[in-house]
């Protein structure tokens, strides 16, 4: 009888879902990834393939599936607008469909299930930094809100089946996490100015560039989730985790061209619908319940990544 913790990794050839699948097997645990590789990529888990106690599943989220599980890992979304924007329909319904068939599962198994919320559940922000009992200044029909809504609403039904049926819910808010295995066209703010920089093309701005972001190493994060996991039954959160470390944008992009010692110029650009100005999280919480905070300092971490599109970009 295999007595190795079953882990079920929903979105597991993401960003985050790869990496949190590496980092479970080295926990020797067994791992069930499940991705329709809509964003995610089958090369992100191409070295977890020959491991015995990692098996992959083509599959949908918002399908419903039925496994035995020890622990459920949910992060099947596209976060990056620019891909979710391209399949609104498909986004809402991961978020939406995906929430109740793998708290069904959960049920089934009478397992803790972790949920992948997201800072954006906060919208364009108007309180800073922003703590988990801010309810967001967020757009319902905007060109974001198949993602934004559909993490809201997510989180609503994880909410109700804890209070109805008593699941073991843990709800983390992740704020602008960075780092290996993101995807180099997904558009967001670390992989478009690391390629460019890389590549000596203008590096894209969005705004004047005075809008802030604070930025997680994936490290940090998988910590964070894995010991979130490990609270009582109690504890649901959601729980802002992110690095409460804010910096604008275009110092951001000015730390990157000096650690890859770019001769890009910057090209300033209009900014998105509903793109959020300031983001910060208050991370109180997570460092009362969880004794957590992000270790990994924005050079470090972007030196990282930075050797990370190197290769890839071989």
């Known amino acids: 009888m295999n007595e190795k913790k079953v882990c079920l990794v929903t979105g597991g050839a993401g960003f985050i879902g790869s990496n949190l699948c590496k980092l479970l097997l080295s926990q020797n645990k067994h791992v069930i990834c499940m991705d329709n590789l809509s964003s995610g990529k089958k090369e992100n888990i191409s070295e977890l393939l020959e491991n015995r106690d990692f098996e992959f599943v083509y599959q949908d989220v918002s399908i419903p599936y039925e496994c ?59 309180e800073f930094p922003q703590k988990e009992t801010y309810l967001g200044n967020v757009n319902p029909n905007g060109v974001r809100s198949c993602y934004d809504e559909g993490k809201r609403a997510a989180e609503s039904i994880f909410m109700d089946y804890y209070r109805t049926r008593c699941i073991k819910i843990k709800i983390a808010r992740i704020f602008n996490v960075y780092g ?20 000596n093309q203008p590096m894209t701005i969005y705004g004047d560039g005075s809008q802030t972001r604070s930025l997680c190493y994936i490290d940090d994060l998988l910590d964070g989730i894995l010991k979130l996991m490990d609270t009582p039954d109690d ?6 985790l992110g690095n409460p470390d804010e910096r604008s944008v275009l110092e951001i992009a000015g730390i990157i061209k000096d650690i890859t010692q770019s001769k890009s110029p ?8 509903d793109d959020p100005k300031r983001r910060c999280p208050d991370i ?5 319940i969880l004794n957590w905070k992000p270790d990994v300092d924005l050079r470090t971490g972007i030196a990282k990544t930075v050797d990370y599109y190197r290769i890839e970009l071989c």
């Open 284 to 288: 109180s919480l997570a460092s009362s």
């Open 266 to 273: 910057i090209e300033f650009r209009p900014l998105p619908q």
């Open 180 to 199: 290996p295995k993101m995807r180099s066209d997904d558009g967001r703010l670390i992989s478009n100015l690391v390629i460019q920089a890389l590549k």
């Open 235 to 240: 504890v649901t959160g959601p729980v802002n």
């Open 68 to 126: 035995y599980a020890d622990l459920i890992f949910n992060l099947a979304c596209t976060a990056s607008p620019k891909f979710y924007q391209k399949n609104p329909i498909e986004t809402m319904k991961s978020n939406v469909l995906g929430a109740i068939n793998v708290l069904n599962i959960a049920e089934k198994n009478n397992c803790r299930i972790f949920h992948a919320s997201t800072s954006e559940v906060y919208g364009d922000p108007k």
